[in-house]
């Protein structure tokens, strides 16, 4: 009897501890498909470049249909775990791209290197499906990575943020002379100062162009940087958005928050003449009208928008003195119901008695009547055709440094979960490093104005990337001359302290 009343009891414990639990974690048994993410879904796990014991590990579940995912919940049930954990699919980022993310769900720090069981369910009745995640060794990190910190340095402007053991540490005292000289002269452009020190994160890999602004600056600094190496030039643009969004306003119309950062910048990601060059727009067809420019900036053609706006606002400050439009667009205010572009035409009515629709004919006829030369023309195709190619890259073969979907981190916390590894490790595989190499090659060129070794580099990185969307492996796509010499190449920067730069 004793023995039966026991057997009742474990029965009904079992019972009620499967009761409570979640649906999905009940039916894993009957409908687990072990060959990975269902067609249409896609998994991403950080940090990048393989995972070793002591990772704090993220997952990223990517939905195919973004309008059907939208609030759906994902079920993660990590090795070991008695119940699963939870995320709802949202928007991400920039784009605001459908995404569910377990930030640092996974703790390795206990484990031996093995492989391990990660299940995934998507609620109340999608797919279930199970992957494997190898954990190696933490010894067979590099010492520098394994062993990485962040620290800070105060300086007058700035607090900066750098992981030890990178080109930042590295040359560390440059940069704070960058970052103080590009602070004056952001506050002599904006006409005010930074009441407080700003953050500075420098980032040791890629981010989206190189440079985000919240509160704080987060800029990329490393040796290989195939977004480009206007390190200073993208600082004081970031600095510009922290100083414009101190000073305030009711609404500041993206294209104008943009526009504002590389007018006052002198340039995008170099010092540029800009109404020129926007004028270079007309003679490749690209002008965007204002309208429509205004509302969904960011989803528009990235380096064409942001050099409308930028020579837009030079125009305005030509045409009206720049107290004026500062007033102008300080006092934008939102319009009920109606998009920022109907929000710019009320308060150009109110401020300069003019309309959206005028600024437009009279903005686009000013462009026509100084042309751009045909130098001019070249740099801005080539130039809009790089980052093209650069965000192709990255969507294809670095995704978490896409600008619309970065992997952002906040830098505080970070430092108290003593997160390195996220932006220490990245992709680095033969055909990353070979891409990468040809991009920096491709945007030195195009700085110096070789506009045929530009071309030539960027449709090497092309065809690579044509034949990876093809179905061809990224290792096995390497079969354009330029890609294969480029793979084969010693690397440029043994002995020498720092990381392959260029061909």
């Known amino acids: 009897m004793r023995h039966r009343l026991i057997f009742f009891a474990l029965f009904g414990l079992g019972a009620l501890l499967a009761a409570a639990q979640p649906v999905g974690a009940q039916i894993f048994a009957h409908q687990l498909d072990d060959s990975g993410p269902p067609p249409g879904y896609a998994v991403l796990s950080l940090p990048e470049d393989g995972h070793y014991t002591g990772d704090r590990i993220s997952f990223i579940i990517l939905p195919p249909d973004s309008q059907a995912a939208q609030e759906q919940e994902v079920w993660l049930t990590l090795p070991g775990a008695v119940t699963p954990e939870t995320a709802v699919f949202g928007g991400y980022g920039i784009g605001g791209s459908q995404r569910a993310t377990f930030r640092w769900a996974w703790n390795t720090s206990a484990l031996p290197p093995a492989k391990y069981p990660v299940t995934f369910q998507i609620s109340p009745d999608g797919p279930a499906w199970r992957q494997w995640v190898t954990l190696r060794p933490a010894s067979q ?16 402007c700035c607090v900066v943020y750098f992981a030890s053991g990178t080109a930042s540490q590295r040359d560390l005292e440059d940069l704070l002379e960058i970052a103080e000289a590009q602070s004056q002269a952001a506050e002599a452009r904006m006409q005010t100062t930074f009441s407080e020190p700003v953050s500075v994160v420098l980032l040791p890999r890629v981010l989206g162009h190189g440079g985000f602004a919240t509160d704080k600056i987060y800029v990329s600094y490393l040796d290989r940087n195939y977004a480009g190496e206007a390190f200073a030039q993208v600082l004081h643009h970031e600095m510009i958005h922290v100083l414009d969004g101190r000073l305030g306003a009711s609404l500041r119309p993206t294209m104008f928050i943009e526009g504002l950062a590389v007018y006052h910048s002198g340039g995008h990601f170099k010092p540029e003449p800009l109404l020129p060059r926007a004028a270079a727009l007309l003679d490749l067809g690209w002008y965007i009208p204002l309208a429509h420019l205004a509302d969904g900036f960011y989803l528009k053609q990235h380096e064409i928008g942001y050099l409308q706006a930028a020579a837009l606002v030079e125009y305005m400050v030509a045409r009206w003195g ?59 195709r080539l130039t809009v055709e790089f980052y093209d190619t650069v965000r192709r890259y990255q969507q294809a073969l670095d995704p978490n440094a896409y600008f619309l979907s970065a992997w952002l981190l906040d830098i505080d916390s970070m430092q108290a979960e003593n997160i390195t590894a996220d932006y220490l490790r ?71 302290g720092r990381a392959p730069r260029r061909l």
């Open 426 to 496: 990245h992709p680095r595989s033969t055909t990353n490093l070979a891409l990468e190499l040809l991009l920096a090659n491709a945007e030195a060129a195009l700085t110096r104005g070789e506009f045929a070794a530009a071309q030539a580099g960027i449709d090497a990185v092309n065809a690579v990337l044509q034949e990876i969307e093809n179905g061809a492996t990224a290792q096995g796509s390497l079969t354009t001359p330029l890609a294969g010499q480029s793979a084969g190449r010693r690397n440029p920067g043994a002995g020498t």
């Open 322 to 380: 720049y107290p004026a439009f500062d007033i102008f667009y300080r006092n934008i205010v939102p319009v009920s119901g109606r998009t920022q572009a109907a929000a710019i035409d009320a308060a150009l009515q109110i401020h300069f008695g003019t309309t959206l629709a005028d600024l437009n004919r009279d903005f686009y006829a000013y462009l026509q009547a100084n042309p751009a030369t045909p130098e001019q023309t070249a740099d801005v």
């Open 141 to 156: 990190l590099p010492t520098p990575i394994h062993a990485a910190t962040w620290q800070s340095i105060a300086i007058d």
